[in-house]
């Protein structure tokens, strides 16, 4: 929101405040093995989920429209990497690494809530960018499957935004 608000307004202050946030989460939850959720006395607190990848891969690109970074836009390219190797396959999107309950697997199609869903976010993110073609191809089909397999599925305008956009190219 600070990285919107600082473009939008074109207010350095709020480009400045996300800066430090971004700098701030890249530095005590980003590792090798990938982003935490959290940290305590820098240890990792829980695995980050699909979500956590794609709203903070979408926060920094937000960032970048306001302050352009080369360090920043090559760990948003990171976390995008990342979070299409951990939370997609050919059979869908999974919002975690390891499910808690056994046979609770991929989904093809995840509904919006209070914001977009995390498989949108990722694939307008990932479209911007240029990257990850055969992902996109693979996800849009499982969507388009989705769709026809239940006739009388209803999309609100809100749900799946993105989906819709590239089933529709």
């Not at 980003?30 to 305590?40: E, F, I, N, T």
């Not at 693979?138 to 769709?147: C, D, H, N």
């Amino acid at each position: 929101a600070l990285a919107k608000a600082a473009r939008e307004l074109d207010e350095p202050r709020y480009a400045k405040a996300a800066k430090e946030l971004a700098t701030a989460l890249k530095t005590n939850l980003w590792h090798k093995d990938g982003l935490w959720r959290a940290s305590h006395n820098g240890q990792a607190v829980g695995e980050a989920a699909l979500e956590d990848y794609a709203y903070l891969a979408e926060g920094v690109h937000q960032l970048l429209q306001a302050q352009p970074d080369a360090g920043l836009a090559e760990w948003r390219d990171q976390l995008v990497d990342m979070a299409w190797q951990r939370f997609f396959s050919n059979l869908g999107w999974r919002s975690a690494e390891q499910n808690l309950i056994p046979g609770m697997g991929e989904k093809s199609v995840e509904t919006d809530g209070a914001l977009r869903a995390a498989p949108a976010v990722l694939m307008a993110l990932t479209q911007a960018l240029g990257r990850h073609a055969d992902n996109l191809q693979q996800a849009a089909l499982l969507t388009r499957k989705a769709v026809h397999e239940h006739p009388f599925w209803h999309i609100s305008p809100f749900i799946y935004r993105d989906h819709k956009m590239i089933v529709m190219e």
